[in-house]
């Protein structure tokens, strides 16, 4: 089975600007989660979706957005970027009933 | 105080060593307790997965969870170069509660 995968792996924007990044889960996983990873913060909780409805949510401003399609990718979007956006956006998916979930390699943002 | 503790490091140990990674946490209602593994510039994989508490082991790796302490482990024995990394512990209540909590990060060198 393929893993999950995420696009694009590296991108860089300008503060004000706005990004979308997507999310492929593992075939016939149907929630999809995503973190921040920053070396101050950790892995930092975004939000979880499931069957195309918003789940779980994490304590991150309005400007962090997403949404799953039928096929159960996954986008998330920021707009108005900051500076302390530049991070590793991780993308994780899980089997419907199962705890466990499996990453993917992370698209990499840096805000100048 | 974050939900999951873990000490950041950094861990030198020479080859053949065995390693104790270790976390802590505060809320009891945690079941699913897991370690993941992740390499500079990669995205986290999974390396064990324990339910409750109790003992798993998988080739060199252990892990151990100790409810009553909230308090958990991983053993690597018999450690090799392949083996540096960021060492993660992740934990969730279970059931439709997707969100993984993750502790820190112990970055471990195992030099030759």
Do not use: M, Y
């Given at each position: 089975k393929a893993g999950v995968t995420q696009t694009p792996r590296y991108l860089i924007k300008t503060r004000g600007q706005q990004v979308t990044l997507s999310c492929s889960p593992i075939s016939g996983h149907r929630s999809v989660s995503w973190y921040q990873q920053t070396p101050g913060q950790g892995l930092q909780f975004l939000f979880e979706y499931f069957s195309e409805t918003q789940r779980n949510k994490g304590?991150?401003?309005?400007r962090f957005s997403g949404r799953q399609f039928s096929n159960s990718r996954s986008e998330m979007n920021v707009s108005?970027?900051?500076?302390?956006?530049?991070a590793l956006y991780l993308c994780a998916s899980s089997s419907a009933g199962a705890e466990t979930q499996y990453f993917g390699p992370g698209t990499r943002l840096l805000v100048l | 105080q974050k939900e999951v503790e873990q000490d950041p490091g950094p861990l030198s140990v020479p080859e053949g060593a065995i390693v104790s990674l270790n976390c802590t946490y505060s809320?009891?209602?945690?079941q699913y307790f897991m370690w993941y593994r992740q390499y500079s510039r990669k995205g986290p994989e999974l390396l064990m997965y324990t339910y409750s508490s109790g003992n798993k082991e998988d080739g060199r790796f252990t892990a151990q969870v100790d409810k009553s302490s909230k308090y958990i482990s991983l053993f690597i024995r018999d450690?090799?170069?392949?083996?540096?990394a960021t060492y993660l512990c992740a934990m969730n209540r279970g059931s439709t509660l997707g969100r993984l909590y993750f502790g820190r990060g112990t970055q471990l060198t195992v030099w030759p």
């Open positions: 304590n991150f401003p309005g108005t970027l900051e500076l302390g956006d530049s | 809320n009891s209602a945690f450690s090799q170069p392949s083996d540096s």
